[in-house]
């Protein structure tokens, strides 16, 4: 039975690990929670995979750099991925799937834990004798172990229980870290991709008040509308004026295609489309391009239309997107691009591209 203690500690460990979603803080966070629930010399949290290996692949967090080093870790790493029986805590909870907190002395006696090479090699070396542990899958190909040490005194059926009640508070705080860093390394990707390519996002509420503005698409509508505030949650009135008439004009409670908005500034040109969501929330996607560079592609004998719609295509648009953004269909786009390769006489769009850049190129 737990006493005040047990649970005492069992809740400062979890308000520890709920402190936080930093990825950053997860190597301290994780052994300090454990740490306040038991007494031993060492935590550990490994890497191993979900195949039918589970090969060891790194000791991601642990409480003591001085004995868990490198060059110790190397000589578990060879013998437990050549041996895994060798250790028979680890071979029970991830290869045979016993996934409940155990303990060596469980699996082996420990007369033959002493005579194991793995012992020899790695337990005795980092002066470990007892060990409780649990496999704990936090994503479908990552499964992370929890293990507990101590040199002179085995762990006992409270420990067990103990491990066992703080484990899901484990996995969740895992879990939730790998969220965060995922969804901050996705954001970082998309903000990355638009700004190279000068494009820019803008999500609105139902009010048409904007909710979230990408860097690009601010640095947009202050070009193209001086007197627009980088703080403000107003569009410029000439966009709300577009918005208006485009989301006016629908017919049996079905939204028609909107045309794109245009906005011309000192040789560039800014064109905005509508992408509609649920509960009237919709996005605003900007593309930024030099004005001249459709019409210098008329020199090649294609008219403005197919000029512009090989300049998206040379931007890496597909059909679809092109679609959107020339306010045609998608059906349209593909016969334009037809027409394309018979005046430049090619097959593909790449190298209708190349065409058309060796000829803007003899011209220079």
Request: proline share 4%; net charge negative; glycine share 4%.
């Amino acid at each position: 039975m737990l006493s005040r203690s047990d649970v005492a500690s069992l809740l400062a460990a979890v308000a520890e690990l709920s402190s936080s979603v930093d990825p950053a803080t997860l190597p301290d966070r994780m052994p300090s929670a454990v740490a306040k629930v038991f007494d031993c010399e060492m935590v550990s949290f490994d890497n191993f995979s979900n195949d039918g290996d589970h090969a060891y692949i790194q000791t991601q967090w642990h409480n003591n750099t001085d004995i868990l080093t490198p060059s110790v870790m190397e000589i578990f790493s060879e013998v437990y991925n050549t041996w895994p029986e060798e250790h028979p805590l680890a071979f029970e909870i991830l290869h045979r799937g016993n996934n409940i907190p155990l303990r060596m002395s469980d699996c082996v006696s420990q007369t033959k834990f002493r005579n194991k090479a793995i012992f020899a090699e790695f337990f005795k070396t980092i002066g470990i004798a007892f060990q409780l542990g649990i496999a704990m899958p936090v994503g479908k190909d990552l499964t992370v172990s929890c293990a507990l040490n101590r040199a002179t005194k085995d762990f006992s059926e409270k420990d067990k229980v103990l491990l066992g009640l703080l484990t899901p508070h484990l996995i969740n705080a895992i879990r939730n870290s790998l969220f965060v860093r995922e969804m901050h390394q996705r954001s970082v990707r998309l903000e990355s991709m638009l700004a190279s390519v000068s494009r820019g996002v803008v999500r609105l509420r139902a009010d048409r008040r904007i909710l979230e503005i990408s860097e690009p698409a601010a640095r947009n509508l202050l070009r193209y509308f001086p007197k627009w505030k980088y703080c403000s949650t107003e569009l410029p009135d000439a966009i709300v004026a577009w918005l208006t008439a485009s989301c006016a004009r629908k017919s049996d409670g079905i939204p028609e295609s909107h045309k794109p908005f245009i906005a011309i500034r000192d040789g560039g040109e800014l064109r905005i489309v509508i992408v509609e969501h649920a509960e009237g929330e919709m996005s605003l996607l900007m593309e930024e391009r030099g004005r001249l560079a459709g019409h210098s592609l008329s020199a090649t004998g294609l008219t403005r239309r197919e000029s512009e719609i090989l300049f998206h295509i040379e931007s890496g648009n597909s059909d679809a997107a092109v679609a959107t953004l020339c306010g045609i269909s998608k059906r349209t786009v593909q016969k334009h691009v037809e027409n394309i390769f018979k005046k430049l006489n090619v097959e593909t769009r790449t190298a209708a591209v190349r065409a058309v850049v060796d000829s803007i190129e003899d011209e220079l």
